[in-house]
Structure formats: C-alpha cells, structure tokens
T-cell receptor
C-alpha cells in the first residue's frame, strides 16, 4: 500500500527565513510525487511535481529515493507563501493508478 | 475555461436524508476522484474512477456511492448521511492518475 506522511501539521517561520516542509512516503514501486498548495479561500492547485524538476514561486523539491522523502524547500519565505501544503504520491495498484495525499502542513510566514 | 465544477458549494442537511453532490469537468479527463478534507487528517480519498463505468474505493469509502456513466460527470451520493460525514468535499480530475489534478471549489457539507 502507498502512504504519504507529513510529520508537521503546523509550521511557522519569519519572512526571509528558509523553510522546509517535510514529506516521507512509503511505496514499493517507482512513485510519482507532487506538492499541492491551498491558499486561503482558494481551491487546491498543483505547486510542483518531481519529474519536471522545476522551481515554482521559489520552491524546489528533490526526490530522495534512499530516504523515501520529497521535502519542499524555499530559501527565503514570503508572507504570501502562507498556505496549506499537501504532498501527494501517485502509484500503481492492482486496480489502477491512484493518488494519495499526506495530512498536510499549514505554513504561516510571519512578517 | 477548463474547470471542475462542483455543486452545491454549501449544503446543510439532516441525518438520513439522501443527497447528491455533483461534479463535472470539461477537459475530457479520464481520471476523476472525490476527497474529503478534515482538520488534522488532510485529504482522504473516498472513491476514484479511471474511466467511464470504472470506479474503485479509496481510503474512506464507507457511507458513499459514486457513478461514472459519462466521462464528464462523477456524482457523489450519500444514501443516508450521518454527522460524521460533515466535512469539506473536493472533486478532482486529471488526464491520467499520474497527471496533475484539477480541483473543484469544494462543497462544505453539514449533517445535523
């Protein structure tokens, strides 16, 4: 079975400080990993995916298969980064592919 | 505009009164899914569908039904709602299960 764990439910940093949102996964195959973000009063939207290896809004995430992690990082947090962040894994199961989300981390960037 | 549309946005009902939350997408996506979002529990998948007439249980399917008679629609049915189904529900779709999801605006359901 596939599983995603985000150990921090709440994370608070000051503006300009580095931020790292942790994500660990459990999956026996080769996973597809995503970060989704939900800003206040907005719908969930994709932030980035590991296969594209791009930086979105200053965020990056590297897949570490040895540690089964996909942590989200940003060197200098901004107040507008305050949001709920979800790590997600897409894996193949016997009935087909499915997407599993972690519990989410609420990030607050203080001025 | 490409989008996922859920209705209604807000719904208050009583225990046992059957209800349906509709979900429609205009992107010709094969994959559709329902999630519920609860504080401290994140997003949990209720049901998903790989294509027309193909549906499967997610992590928390009890008390819910779905159908996928057409590609664009994926309604969520609560035959006999109970208070523990009070939650924020999201419908989502994507080209495949490996593609990024497009989410609806959510339906806030309260069952008294």
């Amino acid at each position: 079975a596939q599983r995603v764990t985000q150990p921090e439910k709440l994370l608070s940093v000051f503006k300009g400080a580095p931020v790292e949102l942790k994500c660990n996964y459990s999956y026996s195959g080769s996973p597809e990993l995503f970060w989704y973000v939900q800003y206040s009063r907005q719908r969930l939207q994709l932030l980035l995916r590991h296969i594209s290896r791009e930086s979105i809004k200053g965020f990056t995430a590297d897949l570490n298969k040895g540690e089964t992690s996909f942590h989200l990082k940003k060197p200098f947090a901004q107040e507008e980064d305050s949001a709920m962040y979800y790590c997600a894994l897409s894996g193949q199961e016997t009935s087909g592919s499915r997407l599993t989300f972690g519990e989410g981390t609420q990030l607050t960037v203080n001025p | 505009e490409a989008q996922v549309t859920q209705n209604p946005r807000y719904l208050i009902t009583v225990t046992g009164k059957k209800l349906t939350v509709t979900c429609s997408q205009n992107m010709n996506h094969e994959y559709m899914s329902w999630y519920r979002q609860d504080p401290g529990l994140g997003l949990r998948q209720i049901y998903y569908s790989m294509n027309v007439e193909v549906t499967d249980k997610g992590d928390v399917p009890e008390g819910y039904k779905v159908s996928r008679k057409e590609k664009r629609n994926f309604p969520l049915i609560l035959e006999s709602p109970s208070p523990n189904q009070t939650s924020l529900y999201f419908c989502a779709s994507s080209g495949t299960a490996y593609s990024p999801l497009h989410f609806g605006n959510g339906t806030r359901l309260t069952v008294t």
